[in-house]
């Protein structure tokens, strides 16, 4: 069963609605792990505190032994920079004033920097009671129709559901936003930092809750060049023909899965099984000569397609097995 990984209570007029926040996507992307060729174990990634070197001689050898606790992070998106307090217990293992020491994760705390070695501590504690002060009554900014939300700005997919009391409440929002294709434009407050959100309505009076990027985070589409072409009646109504032709009474995303993930899986099985295995070319698209000539043949391959609404046509054993 799923589990919130967020409470918030949305907040319209003078109206509550106390909901909660689960995942609604799961990546099934094939990964994988960074080996040593030479011994083909794995390697992994540490992260290590390092002792600045003295300035004064040996006088400053104790600041420069094995520590205990770590307390400040270093500067964001830099390499690990880990101030500690000294372990009394460790003064006799002295180390070179440039070793390094491994610090476990379950030691690491955030630290902001104000100035040259000098950083004020944040624990994870005041971190979240902040983020829960800020998302006790998220205010609906505004609503917009749907269709004026450019999936662009779509970060995120997360479903929302009722919180405990919340069920009435729950489902006249989302009976009402869906009624006008509406959505609420809110902010929340996510893994530190402030989220512009859509909540949205969805079938049998549902609400679905979209991450936005902010417009600056969106790159602007003029810088993306697209000459200016001719396009003659008759080529803009045999691509309206094309499109026609393959267009879907309904979206059914289960028809479609992920066939690399499927090819790189099966590569992963052969070599499991130690068939010799040799990559093969990818085909190359023909280049477009005549454009009308290649519109047309689209229109007659959609023709040996099944039409709009019909299942494809069953094969031979298929048509064995019935009759079997």
């Known amino acids: 069963m799923s589990r919130p990984i967020l409470s918030i209570t949305l907040s319209f007029g003078l109206v509550s609605l106390p909901v909660r926040l689960f995942t609604a996507t799961l990546s099934k992307r094939v990964t994988f792990h960074l080996l040593d060729r030479a011994t083909g174990q794995r390697v992994r990634q540490q992260l290590v505190s390092t002792t600045p070197p003295s300035r004064d001689g040996e006088d400053e050898a104790t600041d420069r032994l094995p520590r205990k606790t770590s307390t400040t992070t270093g500067r964001?998106?830099?390499?690990?920079?880990?101030?500690?307090v000294p372990d009394e217990d460790a003064q006799s293992d002295r180390r070179p004033a440039d070793a390094a020491?491994?610090?476990?994760?379950?030691?690491?705390?955030?630290?902001?920097?104000?100035?040259?070695d000098q950083h004020i501590e944040i624990t994870a504690e005041e971190l979240k009671t902040l983020e829960s002060e800020a998302n006790q009554h998220a205010e609906i900014q505004e609503f917009v129709a749907l269709s004026q939300v450019d999936p662009v700005y779509f970060e995120k997919a997360y479903y929302l559901g009722p919180?405990?009391?919340?069920?009435?409440?729950?489902?006249?929002?989302?009976?009402?936003?869906?009624?006008?294709?509406?959505?609420?434009?809110?902010?929340?407050?996510?893994?530190?930092?402030?989220?512009?959100?859509?909540?949205?309505?969805?079938?049998?009076?549902?609400?679905m809750l979209h991450?936005?990027?902010?417009?600056?985070?969106?790159?602007?589409?003029?810088?993306?060049?697209?000459?200016?072409?001719?396009?003659?009646?008759?080529?803009?109504?045999?691509?309206?023909?094309?499109?026609?032709?393959?267009?879907?009474?309904?979206?059914?995303?289960?028809?479609?899965?992920?066939?690399?993930?499927?090819r790189v899986l099966g590569l992963i099985e052969e070599k499991r099984q130690g068939k010799a295995t040799r990559p093969s070319a990818a085909d190359s698209p023909p280049p477009v000569i005549d454009l009308?000539?290649?519109?047309?043949?689209s229109l007659v391959t959609a023709g040996k397609r099944p039409a709009r609404g019909q299942s494809?046509?069953?094969?031979?054993?298929?048509?064995?097995?019935?009759?079997?």
């Open 76 to 84: 964001a998106g830099g390499s690990p920079r880990i101030a500690v």
């Open 211 to 262: 991450t936005l990027y902010y417009a600056d985070e969106v790159r602007d589409r003029s810088e993306i060049s697209v000459p200016e072409v001719q396009l003659t009646e008759a080529e803009v109504r045999l691509a309206e023909q094309v499109i026609s032709s393959r267009t879907a009474e309904a979206w059914e995303p289960e028809r479609y899965h992920d066939t690399y993930r499927e």
């Open 163 to 207: 919180d405990k009391g919340a069920e009435k409440v729950y489902r006249l929002f989302a009976r009402a936003l869906r009624e006008q294709q509406q959505g609420a434009i809110a902010k929340l407050v996510m893994r530190g930092k402030e989220k512009l959100v859509l909540v949205r309505p969805t079938h049998q009076d549902r609400l």
């Open 101 to 116: 020491r491994v610090v476990p994760r379950q030691e690491l705390v955030k630290g902001y920097e104000i100035g040259r």
């Open 312 to 324: 494809p046509a069953p094969s031979r054993s298929s048509k064995a097995k019935r009759t079997g």
């Open 292 to 297: 009308m000539e290649a519109l047309r043949q």
